[in-house]
Structures are given as C-alpha cells and as structure tokens.
C-alpha cells in the first residue's frame, strides 16, 4: 500500500513589524485547504528548519528595515548566506520562491529580499515562482494580493516536478546499481508523492470553477460574498447593502437588502467608511479566509495584583527626568516643534554618539484605554488579571502567545502598555471582526473593507487616514469582539525611536531630541482629530508650561515629568571617524535634530584641537518660514560664527517672495539648495571621499534628495541614469551616503 503522504513545503519569514510574519502564517493555514503541508518557521528558529537538506519548495517571505536591513530575526540567516567560503552549488538542492515587502519611500526598497534571492541564485538555488516586491507605499496587496493567488499553483508545479526529478533520479540510479537490494519503502513514497500532487491538481481546478461559478451565479442574481478558495463562512452569504449609518441617503427600490433586514432600502449619496457605492457595493467579494482563533483569554478577580507603573522589563530601560522643555516653532506654525533635555547623569552608563537614536516608551491614552474597556464591556473587570494560554484545538500554524504579554498583568496594564490599540486593522482583522458583528449592513461594509474589490476603499478610509481600531469600532456599533480576537490582532506597542539632538561632551549628563507633534486631522470615521501617540502623550507631558526660548527653564519646578528610555544600537550613522575629511548635512525641519549633535561635538574638537586639521562642513536645513519654524537658529548662526560649520544652505517654502524674478531663483527645498551647490556636492562627495548625511521626513524629502544626486551625478560625470545609480549605491556602501529617515 502507497504511504499517503501530502504534499509539504516550507514557509520561512523574516519580520520586524509582523507583516511578513502574519502573510507567511497566512500561507502556512491556506495550505490545508490546498491539500498541502507547511512548515512555518522564523528564520532564526534554526533547529526547525534546515535548508541544507532541504528537499520540498521553500517560500521566503521577508521584509526591510530601517535603511535596507534585514528584520532582527533574519539578520543572522542572512549573515550565513552571505559566507564566502559557501561554494556555488550549496543550495543547488533547494527550490524557492520569494516575497518581499519593502517601501519605495525608503532607501534600498526591499534589499533584504533582494540580498536573500541574489545570494540563493548565486549558491545555486532554482527560482520555482517569480519573486514579489510588494511596496508598503502605495498598498502591499497590490503586489502581495496576485502573488499569494498564483502561488499555489505554482508550489503544486514545483513539487511536481521536483518529485519527477527524484524519481527519475532514483530510477537512474536502481538501473546504475541493478545488483544491489532496493529501499523497499521508496518506491511507495514516490508513487504517493506523485499521485497526491496530481490528485491536487486536479481539486485546484475543481476550487477555482466552483469560484468563477458562484461569481457568475453572483453576477446575474444577487451578489454573494465568496471565500478564496473555501468553504463560505457564517457570515458569508450576505447580500446588497447599500446603506449606511450616519451618513445622509434617501430611500429607493432599486438595491435590495437581504431578506429579514430592518429599515428601508436605501441608496448612497457618498461612499465613506460605513457605506459604499457601486459597483463595491453590488459586487460579488474575495475576502481573505477567516484567520483562526488561537488564543484563550480569562479575566480573574485577584485581590493583590501588582499595580505597575510603567512599562515593564524596566532593567533594560531607564526612567529619567525631563529636565527641560523649549517649543522650537513660534506659535503660528503650521507644525508644533519640541525640544526635550533628559538628565541621564543618574545613568553613566547611557553614553551616546551623535547620530545615535534612542527609544520612548509611552503608554496608550488613559481616556482610550477607558474607551476600549467600555466597548469591551470590561470597565469593571479593569483590574483582574489576564489569564492567556494557546487554544488545545487552534489550526493556526505556529500559534504562540505573544511573547510581550508578560503572566500576571492586569487588563488595564495590558491594554496601556502591551497592545498598540492605535494599530491600524489589517485586513485579516477586519475579516475577522465580521464574525462578532450583528447587524448585517455593518457585516457587509467590514466585508468589503478587507476584500480585494473594496482595497481602494480599504485604502482610503482606513489606511491611508490611519484609522485605529477603536475608531472603527465606534464606527461599527453593531461589532463586539472578543478580548482574546484584540489580543491576536493588534500588534505589539512599539517604543518610538528620535535621533540625539546633543553631543554629551557638550551638555554632560544631559540628551536631548527634538520632535514635531504629529497630528492626525479628522475624518470620516475620525470626528475630531487627534496627536501622534507619543509626540501627543510628551506634549501633554510637560503641558501647559514649555520654556520658551528666552524664558526661564522649566528644571526647577519641584516635580519633573519621567520617560521610560533605551538608547538604541547604531553604528553607521556617525560623523566620519577622520576630522579632515569633508561632509555635507541635509537635514529639513526636525531631520536637523542629530546634527546639532554632530556639530556640538565638531565645536568640541576644535576647541580641544586648534591645530587639527578639520574638513569643510555643509549643513542643508529647509523649512517653511524664516520667523516661524526655523529650528535651531541662533545656534546653527553660531556655529557659522565659529567656523565649526563652513557653509548653512537654508530655504523657505512658503515665504512670499518679493517678485516672480526672484522667486524663481530662490530655493525653495533642501534638493533645491544642494542642485544651486551642486559642483561642490559632487565635488565633496566623488573626489574628495567625503560624506553626505540625509536626515527626516521619508516620504518626499528623502527621494527628492536621491533624485537630485542622481541628476546631479549624471550631469557632472556625463553619464547615464544606470551608471549613476550605480555610483551612488557605491557611495552607499561605503558608508558615505548615509540616511537615518522616518515619516
Ligand atoms: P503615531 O501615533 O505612531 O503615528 C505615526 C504615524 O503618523 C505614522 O505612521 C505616519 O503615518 C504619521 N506621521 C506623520 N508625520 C510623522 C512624522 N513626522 N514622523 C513620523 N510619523 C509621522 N521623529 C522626530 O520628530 N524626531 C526625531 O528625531 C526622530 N528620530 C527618529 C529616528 C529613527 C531611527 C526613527 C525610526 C524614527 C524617528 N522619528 C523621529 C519618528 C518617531 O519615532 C515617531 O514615529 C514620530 O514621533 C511619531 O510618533 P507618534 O507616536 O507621535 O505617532
């Protein structure tokens, strides 16, 4: 009798933020319902996983951080790939397929995933399925989405063949060793191996037609929600809903409800969170398969739980003063510019480079975190203690309790410190939050939210305005989940990293950083709009009385506001190591924070060091009035007057400017400046062995400046786009252009 064996691959991911993580895990509960196995691992849980004996496809799924680094968990995987003494067909075994997650918006998109191919290619691996550069700047799924759908098919094609391989491998072998006694169990796995893979395949297309035929029936009927690839849910047969609540419509005849429904049919005036138009709103929908549950969470009455204050693992962080607060913008700017001094003198241990950056622990509002207790309907259960342990019967692969939930917490230290209850809902969540929603208009809405005809919307109302999911919540009435359905969506509340605004051989003792309060507007879903996290929780922190410049500092009033503090690892971010050697700062609005820090330790060294011989600096600040925002100033001008900063290119992007003529001429953002600079730049940077520094906003600023090196590239070595792409990667491996980015 054949061994019925199904058909396995592997998933390895490599994440820092959990998108990797939970696509991969996607891919590994999928699999069932394709007749397959997987075996999902981190790509640091090396004793699971072993790609040297690796005989079965492997899928990758791994994202980039920071300026193309690969995540914490696969840095030391990508360390060993990258070993010269691996020989050219050390993974000629190995069959793999790719996804990888990066933002165009950073420098080195997708790097990691680019790295991992490139050296997999270079050890001989074999590609099974092209690989996806999925762009977290315009929408993953618009790459992750097709990618995910293909790749069944293309697992089945490789296990295919990779089985036909064997066999014809062994056949040639029992004909070479005719003589000798053969494995009497062989045979029976490459028959059940090959006979399952067809057998799948066969089922594959039978899933797909039943798909295209329910669409069909959808089309000319009803709409009806299908599932990709499985089997219909509870929930999954809701009908039309073309209402909405708290939006304005008028009754017609033309869509249906479904039969049962309460109310009166009615017709969108204008899609917005709740409601939708058509075509969404006739549409037939893909929506993701429900993700199963795989915690069980308790609530337990304790008469002496630990009230804790802070976040926890306090030995690896430091809590310290405030000791001082100046507002860097004047009040009629558009953006509210903070500086913070922290006394770190109780800590000599906190030693900081300039360039380093350092992480803030904040806890989630108090009034939020009422909020969510009410909406849980848990207010009075706000101080037991949250008992979680993994489901006995979970199908979810790899299930863990999350490790960053501690044993003996209560629910309002849960909800404060441990669950980024900011979160925005990923789509699974969404799909996952129809289970525990009542009202079948709302269901529909959550339903098209996370499908793959509604990403737009998803997009728009939920994404790109950022939207929590206690705002959704409050949006949807009718939505009541579950504790434990909280615990396993929302990620991990993460600390906020800022770059040192100070050089500690300047203000011993003492860390500063300067921050924008971030500000998110209303919107539909978001009635009144409200600050960042952190940047909201530090501005009321030290609120009402910032120090003003020129006013009295705030360090003597008897009670300093206290932060929870890590100074975070950094090690290229630096001023170059050799003072002679030249380097340019661009550094718009608060990216100028770290260098301030570069220069205050510059001032210091020529001051311990008349004599030494000291590189030109060049410094590219950029903001939007001359008298409103310009950070920093009388200090940036000082250091002019000292000569520890050779040249300060500032602009202005919304000063008037006096005529039209002028207008043109002046710059009018950092690119701008260093275009008006641009001899010297390339100068600096292609014959002098010198450095540039980019520091702020991500999104624009950062590509701006890219674009403009490129340009500038091109025209002063007369080459074309590629080669001067190339230049400037060089330039980025050795360390020469260096960006610390974030937005
Ligand atoms: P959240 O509630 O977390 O909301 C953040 C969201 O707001 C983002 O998803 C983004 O969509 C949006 N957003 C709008 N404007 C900004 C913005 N200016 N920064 C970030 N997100 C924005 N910030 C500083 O102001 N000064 C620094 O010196 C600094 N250094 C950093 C160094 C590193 C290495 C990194 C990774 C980030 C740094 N940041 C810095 C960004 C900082 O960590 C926070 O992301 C920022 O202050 C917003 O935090 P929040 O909790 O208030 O906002």
């Not at 057998?199 to 709409?223: I, L, M, P, W, Y």
């Not at 359905?485 to 011993?508: G, N, W």
């Not at 520091?695 to 025209?715: F, P, Q, R, S």
Request: glycine residues 6%; contains cysteine; aromatic residues 6%.
């Amino acid at each position: 009798m054949p061994v019925e064996v199904k058909p396995r691959f592997v998933v390895l991911y490599g994440s820092q933020k959990g998108q990797a993580q939970s696509i991969a895990e996607g891919i590994a509960e999928e699999a069932e319902q394709h007749g397959l196995v997987a075996d999902l691992s981190c790509l640091n849980e090396t004793t699971k996983y072993n790609l040297e004996k690796e005989n079965d496809p492997v899928v990758f799924i791994v994202s980039t951080t920071g300026d193309g680094e690969p995540p914490d968990n696969a840095l030391q995987f990508v360390k060993r790939i990258k070993r010269k003494a691996l020989s050219t067909d050390h993974y000629k075994h190995l069959c793999y397929a790719l996804l990888a997650l990066g933002d165009t918006n950073y420098a080195n998109f997708c790097n990691c995933g680019k790295t991992i191919e490139r050296r997999l290619q270079d050890l001989g691996a074999k590609q099974f399925y092209a690989t996806g550069y999925a762009d977290d700047g315009v929408g993953l799924e618009v790459v992750v989405d097709p990618w995910l759908e293909g790749l069944w098919n293309a697992i089945r094609g490789a296990l295919s063949k990779m089985a036909s391989d064997r066999t014809a491998h062994l056949k040639v072998n029992t004909e070479d060793s005719a003589e000798e006694t053969p494995d009497s169990s062989t045979p029976d796995v490459q028959i059940s191996l090959l006979s399952i893979t067809d057998h799948q395949n066969c089922e594959s297309v039978g899933a797909a037609v039943e798909t295209d035929s329910k669409f069909a029936c959808a089309a000319s009927s009803v709409a009806s929600v299908v599932s990709d690839l499985r089997p219909a849910s509870p929930a999954g047969s809701i009908g039309l809903a073309s209402q909405c609540h708290g939006t304005a419509s008028i009754p017609t005849s033309a869509p249906k409800t479904q039969a049962g429904d309460v109310g009166v049919p009615h017709v969108v005036l204008a899609a917005s969170l709740t409601c939708s138009l058509p075509p969404l709103s006739e549409s037939s929908l893909n929506v993701p398969a429900l993700p199963p549950p795989y915690l069980d969470v308790s609530l337990q009455e304790a008469d002496t739980i630990e009230q804790i204050v802070g976040p926890l693992n306090k030995e690896t962080l430091h809590e310290v003063p405030v000791s001082k607060a100046v507002q860097l913008t004047r009040g009629d700017s558009v953006k509210t510019a903070i500086l913070l001094e922290l006394d770190i003198s109780a800590y000599p241990m906190m030693t900081y480079q300039p360039g380093d950056s350092f992480d803030v622990f904040c806890p989630n509002r108090a009034a939020e975190v009422d909020n969510m207790l009410s909406r849980l309907g848990l207010q009075d259960q706000r101080n037991h203690l949250v008992n979680i342990s993994l489901r006995k019967d979970t199908k979810k692969k790899g299930a863990q309790v999350p490790s960053y939930i501690s044993q003996n917490i209560s629910l309002l230290f849960l909800l404060t410190w441990c669950l980024e209850i900011r979160g925005i809902p990923k789509k699974a969540f969404l799909r996952a939050l129809v289970e525990h929603t009542g009202d079948s208009v709302q269901r529909r809405r959550l339903q098209e939210l996370c499908s793959k005809q509604g990403a737009a919307d998803y997009n728009l109302y939920v994404r790109d305005p950022s939207l929590s999911i206690l705002e959704l919540l409050t949006a949807f009435p009718s939505c009541s989940p579950p504790l434990s359905l909280l615990i396993e969506h929302l990620p991990k509340l993460q600390p906020r990293p800022y770059s040192a605004a100070s050089s500690c051989l300047t203000h011993s003792g003492k860390l500063h950083f300067a921050f924008n309060v971030v500000e998110f507007p209303a919107c539909t879903g978001r009635p009144m709009g409200r600050r960042g996290l952190c940047t909201g929780w530090l501005f009321d922190l030290i609120n009402p009385s910032p120090v003003f410049p020129g006013k009295a500092e705030s360090s003597n009033s008897p009670a300093l506001p206290k932060i929870h503090v890590s100074l975070r690892p950094n090690c290229s971010f630096r001023p170059p190591s050799d003072p002679s050697v030249p380097f340019m700062m661009v550094g718009p609005g608060t990216g100028v924070a770290p260098f301030i820090g570069f220069l205050q330790q510059r001032a210091e060294e020529r001051q311990k060091n008349p004599e030494g011989v000291f590189g030109e600096t060049w410094l590219f600040f950029g903001c939007r009035h001359r008298d409103r925002d310009y950070l920093f100033r009388e200090e940036l001008e000082g250091f002019v007057s000292s000569g520890t900063l050779s040249h300060l290119k500032v602009c202005f992007s919304r000063d008037d400017r006096e005529d039209e003529e002028s207008a043109a001429a002046q710059p009018r953002y950092v690119q701008h400046n260093l275009l008006l600079n641009s001899q010297h730049v390339t100068d600096i940077l292609l014959r002098q062995n010198g450095y540039l520094y980019v520091c702020g906003d991500a999104k624009n600023m950062a590509k701006d400046v890219n674009e403009t090196l490129l340009e500038m590239i091109k025209t002063e070595l007369q080459v074309d786009q590629l080669e001067a792409m190339k230049r400037l990667a060089g330039l980025r491996e050795e360390k020469r252009y260096l960006q610390d980015i974030w937005g």
